[in-house]
């Protein structure tokens, strides 16, 4: 994958990391292209391990890195088919489940991915699509204990340009462009990208919002370059 570890203990040893360029130091240029080669090397190996209640004798949820490329492939072709492109982006609302990551890194491999806190307004929600453009949006459901799906019907009046909502954990109702993001995502293939893109290093890849000094939220743009440098680093 890449040159052997470095030894930092002094400026010394910066300078000559820093000789030699990022890109012989790291040989993938998307998060794809890291998620499929670790898929490749340690397949069996759990990616993602979930507890549904955080509780001592809970089973946990495991799902191994080849599961996870398959999954991610299936959501990249999915949002493909929903239109999604190298500038268009996929956003999400969700708390921190399988399904998320999913999103995340089929979203970066369709599109670009923006990242939206589950706990914001529906007005503020409907700004950040706007902001984002965003076509298709990924969400919880109908759940017990959490107003989330609450919110996001507040937010298609708010935003009418909002044509799919997928929901994790709901059951969709077929029409109004509502759809079962994980009975949707089953009639995709996983074994490859449908619609294969050449990603650049420099492609934006993410947008994650912040409120600045003026407290009106902003979206702040990460690359694939980005993204796989925090990887090696």
Not at 44 to 60: H, K
């Amino acid at each position: 994958m890449t040159e052997a570890r470095c030894r930092i203990a002094g400026p010394a040893d910066i300078a000559t990391i820093e000789r030699i360029p990022l890109d012989r130091r790291v040989p993938f240029r998307s998060t794809y292209e890291v998620i499929r080669y670790a898929a490749g090397k340690h397949g069996d190996r759990p990616a993602i391990t979930f507890l549904r209640q955080g509780s001592v004798d809970e089973m946990p949820v495991v799902m191994t890195y080849r599961d996870l490329v398959s999954r991610v492939n299936q959501a990249a072709n999915l949002f493909a088919d929903l239109g999604v492109g190298p500038g268009d982006a996929v956003s999400y609302l969700l708390p921190n489940l399988p399904q998320t990551h999913v999103t995340i890194w089929g979203g970066q491999a369709a599109g670009i991915v923006n990242a939206i806190n589950p706990l914001l307004k529906p007005e503020q929600i409907a700004h950040l699509l706007d902001a984002a453009g965003s076509r298709v949006l990924v969400t919880l459901g109908p759940t017990p204990g959490n107003d989330i799906w609450e919110r996001v019907q507040a937010v298609r009046g708010l935003y009418p340009k909002l044509e799919t909502i997928l929901q994790v954990g709901g059951s969709g109702d077929g029409h109004d462009g509502i759809h079962a993001f994980d009975a949707l995502l089953d009639r995709y293939p996983a074994d490859r990208l449908v619609r294969p893109r050449d990603i650049a290093p420099d492609d934006v890849c993410a947008l994650f919002h912040t409120g600045g000094t003026t407290g009106t939220p902003k979206l702040v743009q990460h690359t694939h370059r980005n993204e796989v440098y925090a990887v090696w680093a």
